[in-house]
C-alpha cells in the first residue's frame, strides 16, 4: 500500500502503470477521470501497462508496430464526465461519457489495472492529462492485489462495484452497442471473475486498514462514511483539509457546519486549511479559499491557514490539485486522499448536486505513527502557516475560476428560448388561423382544451427535439428513463399522499384570505368547464386533463424549465421559481396558493429522484381528485376555487 505524490526526486505517478515483477501479461484496464488527453493517455499510461518498449521519440515506425501489437491483445477503456468527452477517439481503446443526474459531474480518477497475477487499484486527485501526472501537486493511493492475498479482495470488489455504477450512468444509447458499453460490462466481470479464487487474508491486527470511501447521488457522504467506517469513539479535535477548491457563500458554511458534527463535542477543535494562492504586486496574499470559511463555524473550533508553495524544490511551478483530509485525535490518526474537493457536491453532504468521487481512507493505529504517519505527511505539499492577524492576507469573495461542474441539463438553454418564442407563435398564429376561420374558442369549451393541448404539444415537441440532439443523454436528460417505473410511481403516490394536508389547507386558507379582503373566490375556468360538458365530450375532457396534459405539463415545467433554473439559482432558487410560473400560467389568482404548494411538491419529487413518472403520478391524482370532488361534492367546489 503506499500514498505517493508527485515530487521530483520522488515517485513518479505513471510508474504505477508499469507492471510489477511477476505481474505476467497484461489483461486489461479501465479508469475514470474527469478531464482526459487521449494522446497521453495511450502513450503514457497504456504505454506502460502494456509493457511498450520502444520509444517513439526514437524509432517512430518500431514504435507504432509494437503499439499494435500490445494494444491488440489487451482491454482498456476510459469512463469520462461527458463535458469532456475529446474528439481524440481510438480503435485500440473505448470512451465513455459520464452523465450524472442531479446536477453532478463524474470527478472519479480510479484505475483498475489487471495482469495475469496481480492487480493494481490507483485512487487519487490527479485526471488522465499530463498536468495532472507530471506537473501538478497530485496524491495517489496505489493498492496492490495479488494471489497471496496481500490485501482484503472486498477492497477490489467496491472498486468493481463503483465502475459498475459509474457504467450506468453512461448513455443507454451506448450502453447498448456491443462496443463499447457492453464490452466494459463483460471485462468487470471478468475481473471479478479472475481474482475470485485468490486469498482474502484480511487486515493484520494493528495494521494499517484501507477503505474505498465512493460518493454518488443517493450514497452517504464521504464526511459521514469518514466517522461511520474508519472511527469509533469521541470524535477528532484535529483536521487538515487541503483542496484547490471550494464552495462559495452558504456552501462552504454548511459543509464546516457537517464537519463539525463528526469532531470531539467537547474541548478544543482545530481546523487546518491547505490551499493554493498567490502574492498580488501590493504585497499581499491572496487565497483560493472563500471569504465565508475564515471564521469557524462553531465554539471552540479554531481556524489555521497554510498556504502550498507555488513552486518545488527545484523552483519548477506545481499547481495544488490534491485532496486530502487528514484526521487526529492524540496518537490516532484517519487520511483520506482521493477526488472529493472540500465542497458540498465533491462529499455529497450538501443535500443538492453530488459528484461521482473515490477516495481512500487510511486508518492509522497508534503503532504506526512512526512510519506511516511520516509517509503519509510526506506526501503533502511544502507550506507556509499564514499569521491572519499580522500579514495581509485575502480571500475570494468573487467565485473562483474553478473547475466547473456542469448541470446535465446545461446543453438546452437555446432549445429553452426557441420552445417560449413557438409557444407564443403558435398560440398567435392558431387564434388569428381559428379566428379567420371562423371558430371561436369561448363558445367551444372542448375546442379550448383541445387547442391548448395542441399548443403545449408543439412546445414539448420542438424540447424533446433539442434534447436529443443537444445533450448527450437525449430524452434521459428530460428523466425518461428506463426501469424503475413502478417504484416511481409508488413514489410519486405516497409524496401525493403526503402533500395532500397542505394543498387543502392552502386551498381554505386562500379562500379565506380573499374573502378577507372583499373577494369573493372562484373556481378555475377549466374546473366550470367540465361542469357544463357531457357525454362524449365530457369523456374526452377527463382524458386530456388527467393523463395527457399532467405529462405535457410535466415535461415542461419538471423535466426542462425546472432544471435550468436550479443550474442558475441552486435548488431551492429553481424549484421555487419554476412553481411560480406553473402557478401563474393557470391563470386563476384565486387558486394561485394551492396550485403552487402542489408544484413545490412536484418539483422536490422531480429534483429528488429525477423520474418524470413520479412527479407524472403527483400531477394526474391531483388533477383526477379534484375533477372528482368538483363533480361530485361541493366542498371539491369550494376548494377548487
Known amino acids: ?92 481503446w473505448n470512451l465513455l461519457p459520464v452523465s450524472v443526474p442531479g446536477g453532478g459531474i463524474q470527478h472519479s480518477k480510479l484505475a483498475l489495472l489487471v495482469w495475469e497475477r496481480h492487480v493494481r487499484l490507483l485512487v487519487g486527485s490527479a485526471n488522465l492529462t499530463e498536468p495532472g501526472y507530471r506537473s501538478n501537486y497530485e496524491q495517489m493511493a496505489a493498492l496492490d492485489f495479488t494471489p497471496e492475498g496481500d490485501l482484503p479482495r472486498g477492497l477490489l470488489e467496491d472498486a468493481i462495484a463503483h465502475l459498475e455504477r459509474t457504467r450506468s450512468f453512461v448513455p443507454e444509447g451506448v450502453q447498448r452497442t456491443a462496443h463499447p458499453g457492453q464490452a466494459l460490462r463483460e471485462f468487470l466481470r471478468r475481473a471479478s471473475r479472475h481474482v475470485s479464487s485468490w486469498a482474502d487474508r484480511g487486515w493484520a491486527p494493528g495494521a494499517v486498514r484501507a477503505e474505498l470511501l465512493c460518493v454518488h447521488p443517493g450514497s452517504k457522504s464521504l464526511l459521514d462514511q469518514l466517522a461511520e467506517r474508519t472511527w469509533s469513539g469521541t470524535g477528532a479535535d484535529i483536521v487538515h483539509a487541503m483542496s484547490p477548491f471550494f464552495d462559495l457563500g452558504t456552501g462552504a458554511r454548511t459543509l464546516l457546519t457537517k464537519l463539525l458534527r463528526i469532531m470531539s463535542v467537547q474541548g478544543e477543535r482545530r481546523i487546518e486549511f491547505f490551499v493554493g494562492g498567490r502574492r498580488l504586486p501590493d504585497g499581499a496574499l491572496e487565497l483560493d479559499a472563500p471569504e465565508s470559511i475564515r471564521e469557524p463555524a462553531g465554539k471552540s473550533v479554531e481556524h489555521v491557514f497554510h498556504l502550498v508553495h507555488a513552486r518545488d524544490e527545484l523552483g519548477e511551478p506545481r499547481a495544488l490539485h490534491a485532496k486530502s483530509l487528514w484526521l487526529q485525535r492524540g496518537d490516532r490518526a484517519v487520511c483520506a486522499v482521493g477526488s472529493s474537493n472540500f465542497t458540498t457536491a465533491g462529499t455529497g453532504a450538501g443535500g443538492g448536486a453530488t459528484n461521482l468521487e473515490a477516495n481512500v481512507a487510511y486508518v492509522l493505529p497508534p503503532a504506526s505513527r512512526n512510519a506511516e504517519w511520516k509517509s503519509i505527511a510526506a506526501s503533502w505539499p511544502e507550506d507556509d502557516e499564514l499569521d491572519l492577524a499580522r500579514q495581509d492576507v485575502r480571500f475570494q469573495r468573487e467565485p473562483q475560476d474553478r473547475t466547473p461542474e456542469p448541470c446535465e441539463f446545461d446543453a438546452l438553454p437555446l432549445a ?186 412536484m418539483g422536490m419529487v422531480m429534483l429528488r429522484t429525477q423520474r418524470l413518472v413520479a412527479c407524472y403520478v403527483v400531477h394526474a391524482l391531483h388533477n383526477g381528485l379534484m375533477l372528482f370532488l368538483v363533480l361530485q361534492t361541493d366542498f371539491g367546489r369550494q376548494l377548487a376555487g
Open 416 to 601: 429553452f428560448g426557441l420552445a417560449v418564442f413557438t409557444f407564443f407563435a403558435l398560440t398567435i398564429v392558431g387564434s388569428y388561423g381559428l379566428k379567420f376561420a371562423g371558430v371561436e374558442l369561448k363558445e367551444s369549451g372542448i375546442g379550448m382544451v383541445l387547442f391548448g393541448a395542441g399548443l403545449q404539444l408543439g412546445t414539448v415537441a420542438l424540447v424533446a427535439s433539442f434534447a436529443r440532439r443537444l445533450d448527450p443523454d437525449g430524452l434521459r436528460s428530460l428523466g425518461l428513463r428506463k426501469g424503475g417505473a413502478p417504484q416511481s410511481a409508488a413514489l410519486g403516490f405516497l409524496a401525493y399522499l403526503a402533500t395532500v394536508p397542505a394543498i387543502v389547507g392552502a386551498g381554505l386558507l386562500s379562500t379565506w384570505l380573499w374573502g378577507v379582503l372583499g373577494f369573493e373566490a372562484r373556481q378555475q375556468d377549466v374546473l366550470r368547464l367540465v361542469l357544463d360538458l357531457a357525454g362524449l365530450e365530457r369523456v374526452t375532457f377527463l382524458v386530456l386533463a388527467v393523463l395527457v396534459i399532467p405529462l405535457l405539463e410535466e415535461l415542461f415545467f419538471r423535466a426542462f424549465l425546472q432544471p435550468l433554473l436550479v443550474q442558475n439559482l441552486g435548488d431551492r432558487g429553481g424549484v421555487a421559481v419554476t412553481a411560480v410560473l406553473f402557478a401563474a400560467v393557470h391563470g386563476n389568482l384565486f387558486a394561485f396558493l394551492p396550485i403552487f404548494v402542489l408544484a413545490l411538491a
Open 1 to 92: 500500500m503506499s500514498t505517493k505524490t508527485v515530487e521530483p526526486r520522488g515517485t513518479r505517478l505513471l510508474s504505477f502503470w508499469e507492471p510489477p515483477d511477476e505481474a505476467g501479461p497484461p489483461i486489461g484496464c479501465v479508469a475514470s477521470t474527469y478531464t482526459f488527453d487521449g494522446p497521453f493517455f495511450e502513450e503514457h499510461c497504456l504505454g506502460r501497462f502494456a509493457g511498450i518498449e520502444s520509444d517513439p521519440n526514437e524509432d517512430r515506425r518500431a514504435y507504432l508496430i509494437e503499439r499494435e501489437e500490445k494494444l491488440a491483445q489487451v482491454y482498456s477503456c476510459v469512463l469520462v464526465d461527458r463535458a469532456h468527452v475529446t474528439p481524440h477517439r481510438s480503435l485500440r
